[in-house]
């Protein structure tokens, strides 16, 4: 399923749509740069980006490391195409799954709001190996996602806050359709298990910042 159909909306107006949809999204692709900067190894790093949909974290990446070199992978050739018209030429764009596609050799992985259509845990676990082996000694893997609480009342006050946000768009009853609808694709782990994970693929992690149910994933290999 394309993005437009997943979540419901012109693909013209993504990027002003997934405001409404993602709290504090800007606020997250902010940090996941700011931690970019920091870490992602020399001044022109190779940056991958799964799933980079219309190419909003690769563009903050290369603000962070201007002389990088991005390599966008994504299933949409809807989006691939929005993304070519956001970054220009530079960049290669790779048609297809980031769970299938050859990963080149690279110094910083990234992924926003993409790693939730991962379905099950041994297919994740089986690509954080990939990811730990295409990257290049002191690489960093991003991620901006969605990541449960492991405590049922604070995972519920998040979906609390995440409806509430919807609502400022949005009808009490389109926002809650849109969740319903997302649930019958999104996989949304708890940020334990992924920290977990993450781990047991050799990976060195932290929590670079969490706003409510949506956190930035720092792993270091």
């Given amino acids: ?36 900067a920091a870490t992602a190894p020399g001044r022109a790093p190779v940056i991958l980006d799964l799933g980079i949909g219309t190419g909003a974290l690769s563009a903050q990446s290369l603000h ?13 050739q809807a989006m ?13 764009l790779v048609p297809g799954s980031f769970e299938r596609a050859d ?3 690279c110094d910083a992985i990234v992924a926003s709001l993409a790693l939730h259509h991962v379905p099950t845990r041994a297919r994740r676990a089986r690509l954080f190996r990939r990811c730990f082996r295409a990257l290049r000694s002191g690489g960093v893997l991003l991620s901006a996602d969605c990541y449960l609480s492991a405590s049922p009342r604070m995972e519920s006050a998040d979906r609390h806050a995440w409806l509430a946000h919807l609502q400022r768009e949005y009808a009490p009853r389109q926002a809650r359709r849109y969740l ?7 996989v949304y782990v708890t940020l334990i298990d992924e920290l977990r994970l993450l781990e047991e693929a050799g990976f060195r992690v932290d929590v670079a910042g969490r706003r409510g149910c949506f956190a930035v994933i720092a792993a270091e290999r």
């Avoid at 993304?83 to 290669?92: H, N, V």
């Fill in 64 to 76: 962070a490391k201007p002389a990088a070199r991005i390599v966008g992978i994504d299933e949409d």
């Fill in 1 to 36: 399923m394309g993005a437009a159909a997943h979540l419901g909306i012109d693909l013209r107006d993504y990027d002003r749509q997934i405001r409404t949809f993602i709290p504090s999204y800007d606020e997250l692709l902010g940090l996941a740069a700011h931690v970019l």
């Fill in 180 to 186: 319903r609808a997302w649930a019958k694709e999104d």
């Fill in 103 to 105: 990963l080149p050799r």
């Fill in 80 to 92: 691939l195409d929005m993304a070519r018209a956001r970054l220009g030429p530079r960049p290669a």
